[in-house]
């Protein structure tokens, strides 16, 4: 198992810790779903450990008792994709896939997911066009969709002032007291974020690692100096946190959300505007399964203004707009974190995967071995 796999892990533990745990809300009654009668039919779908609960909840059991098909989750981690590729012709392992860029856009390439038929997916116009501005959904492989956002948190006790931007990473006080996510697709980011603070142009980070990510890189190598260490999963980051052993840093949204209420006094975090990145996942559907019309229901079904609603209820982001301001509504802090309004449903972005996708393994070299072991 190589580092990406593990950094990965610990996000995907995270978020399936996070929403499995219930949520700011607590949990929400089982929408009814609506659709054709697939009796006898049988659809094995692949979530993230940790989620298994939340959709057998809000997800499986509803849709068996409406459409008659038997709904099979197969909870894991990283091996949706190598399931697949030694599945029978014909006899794939999943029906229906959740999983996200990293994994996903190398996979569609390669040809191991299908094009969705969207007229049997009528919910996605529900959803904040943002969401499905990328490759994924214009060529049809997938509906994609934001999850955790990059958070800016801090120990109160150590801070003379709350922060409110990237750009207080830059403060003289807290060089040598940060700590940063160790995967490269969130932290290098950070810096972008850092450094379009210092250049005076904060919002440009996304641009500026499209554009030119050596200085982004280069950056990070002059500053790395100011990370006293390198987080491996959220937990481990909160715990650190709320023992003082670093003083600010970025974290998962999904963590700090799910932060213990009486932890408050001790530990803040923010969700800048200016720069704001999600990550992204998706729904994508095997080439060769025979049930992708059933796939394509349950699809559907998922993107309904209830189940968004109950998701977003224990923790989730959703891109469904009326689930968004209804959710937001009710709780400031997911309001804080979550786009809900149209401009910020507008400006959304996920993480620059593609601009990461131009020169992965190069990037990953550099940042393992002149950022990660020199700091």
Same mark, same amino acid.
């Given at each position: 198992? +190589? ?10 533990? =995270? ?22 009668? $697939? ?5 094995? *779908? ?25 709904? *099979? ?25 959740? =999983? &996200?860029? =990293? ?13 969705? %038929?969207?007229?049997? *997916? ?19 492989? #997938? *509906?994609? $969709? ?13 801070? #003379? ?6 750009? &207080? ?17 969130? !932290? ?14 904060? #919002? ?6 499209? %554009? ?20 491996? /999963? ?10 003082? +052993? ?24 923010? /969700?800048?505007?200016? %720069? ?16 992708? &019309? ?24 959703? !891109? ?21 309004? &149209?401009?910020?449903?507008? /400006?959304?972005?996920? $993480? ?24």
């Amino acid at each position: 198992m +190589n580092s990406h796999d593990v950094n990965r892990r610990g996000f995907l533990k =995270t978020v399936g810790a996070a929403l499995g745990a219930g949520g700011l809300l607590g949990g929400c009654s089982s929408p009814t779903p609506r659709g054709s009668d $697939f009796s006898g039919r049988t659809l094995t *779908v692949f979530v993230y450990s940790g989620l298994d609960k939340i959709f057998e909840d809000l997800f499986a059991k509803p849709l068996e008792a409406k459409t008659g098909a038997t709904v *099979v989750l197969d909870p894991g981690w990283e091996d949706s994709i190598a399931k697949l590729k030694t599945s029978p012709k014909g006899q794939p392992a999943f029906d229906l896939v959740l =999983t &996200d860029a =990293t994994q996903g856009y190398p996979a569609i390439k390669s040809g191991m997911f299908r094009q969705i %038929d969207f007229n049997k *997916v009528p919910n996605h116009k529900a959803l904040a066009p943002g969401a499905l501005d990328n490759w994924v959904a214009k060529e049809r492989y #997938g *509906v994609t $969709f934001h999850e955790s956002a990059m958070t800016l948190a801090w120990n109160r006790k150590q801070m #003379g002032r709350p922060l409110t931007g990237w750009g &207080d990473l830059m403060r003289d006080d807290l060089r040598g007291k940060i700590a940063l996510y160790e995967w490269f697709y969130m !932290s290098l980011y950070t810096f972008a974020c850092m450094k379009a603070a210092a250049d005076k142009k904060p #919002g440009t980070a996304h641009q500026m690692l499209t %554009d030119d990510i050596g200085s982004v890189l280069d950056f990070a190598k002059r500053e790395r100096d100011r990370v006293r260490f390198w987080w491996p /999963t959220g937990p481990k980051m909160l715990q650190d946190l709320l023992q003082g +052993n670093f003083a600010a840093g970025n974290a998962h949204s999904v963590t700090m959300l799910q932060m213990p209420k009486d932890k408050i006094d001790t530990v803040g975090f923010t /969700t800048p505007e200016a %720069d704001r990145a999600f990550v992204q996942l998706m729904w994508v559907i095997p080439a060769d399964t025979p049930n992708a &019309d059933l796939a394509e229901a349950a699809i559907d079904f998922l993107l309904t203004k209830d189940v968004q609603a109950a998701m977003a209820e224990r923790g989730a982001g959703t !891109s469904h707009v009326e689930a968004a301001r209804e959710v937001a509504k009710e709780n400031a802090v997911w309001a804080q974190t979550y786009p809900s309004t &149209d401009e910020q449903f507008r /400006t959304m972005k996920y $993480f620059p995967y593609e601009a990461y996708f131009k020169d992965w393994d190069q990037i990953k070299k550099t940042w393992e071995q002149e950022i990660l072991r020199k700091s």
